[in-house]
T-cell receptor, first 112, second 113 residues
Framework: QQPVQSPQAVILREGEDAVINCSSS?????VHWYRQKHGEAPVFLMI?????EQKGHDKISASFNEKKQQSSLYLTASQLSYSGTYFC?????????????FGRGTSLIVHP | EAQVTQNPRYLITVTGKKLTVTCSQN?????MSWYRQDPGLGLRQIYY???????DKGDVPEGYKVSRKEKRNFPLILESPSPNQTSLYFC????????????FGDGTRLSIL
């Protein structure tokens, strides 16, 4: 079952902040975040683990709220290079797979 | 260079003509998977494989077949393609176990007329 991302789209000016949320109806095991630039493959940003340990990208931060079954990706002081579509993915070991299921994506556009 | 290679990158074909999209990775990854990407629907998982000779259905497996005869290869087969399978397809691979980053191929854009 796909996690739910919000908002669907964000339009910013350079230097502004953005938050992208990812929620699941199931208990979260871990959350992956990826960015896809237009015409390219998704690229790994980070993984949020149960218990709060964070892996990955050090220019963009994220949080993991087990109780709310939600993860949030924080992009501060946005740069033009942040533009793209952001996907969260959730693992569901109860279903037998550690391969993530992805949400519908959030399109981020950063203007000069 | 570590990579996931998909072929072809682009294909236009007709309804009912069998086609295969190949996927190969050189990172000795155990896990491989196929996704399709459609506007507004995100990345939807078609099939995945956690080991050689082991494959499982994802969320949208209808109309697709896969095989995993070797660790490095995971081809996607459309036996009788239909226009609703027109999409952008991505293959991905990762190490075994939890919390492993997915490495994506560059994508294959399929148009079924």
């Amino acid at each position: 079952q796909q996690p739910v991302q919000s908002p669907q789209a964000v339009i910013l000016r350079e230097g502004e902040d953005a938050v992208i949320n990812c929620s699941s109806s199931k208990a979260l095991y871990s959350v992956h975040w990826y960015r896809q630039k237009h015409g390219e493959a998704p690229v790994f940003l980070m993984i949020l683990l149960k218990g709060g340990e964070q892996k990955g990208h050090d220019k963009i931060s994220a949080s993991f709220n087990e109780k709310k079954q939600q993860s949030s990706l924080y992009l501060t002081a946005s740069q033009l290079s942040y533009s793209g579509t952001y996907f969260c993915g959730t693992e569901d070991p109860s279903g037998g797979s550690y391969i993530p299921t992805f949400g519908r994506g959030t399109s981020l556009i950063v203007h000069p | 260079e570590a990579q996931v290679t998909q072929n072809p990158r682009y294909l236009i074909t007709v309804t009912g003509k069998k086609l295969t999209v190949t996927c190969s990775q050189n990172m000795n990854h155990e896990y491989m998977s196929w996704y399709r990407q459609d506007p507004g629907l995100g990345l939807r998982q078609i099939y995945y494989s956690m080991n050689v000779e082991v494959t499982d259905k994802g969320d949208v497996p209808e109309g697709y077949k896969v095989s995993r005869k070797e660790k490095r290869n995971f081809p996607l087969i459309l036996e009788s393609p239909s226009p609703n399978q027109t999409s952008l397809y991505f293959c991905a691979s990762s190490l075994a176990g939890d919390n492993q980053p997915q490495h994506f191929g560059d994508g294959t854009r399929l148009s079924i007329l």
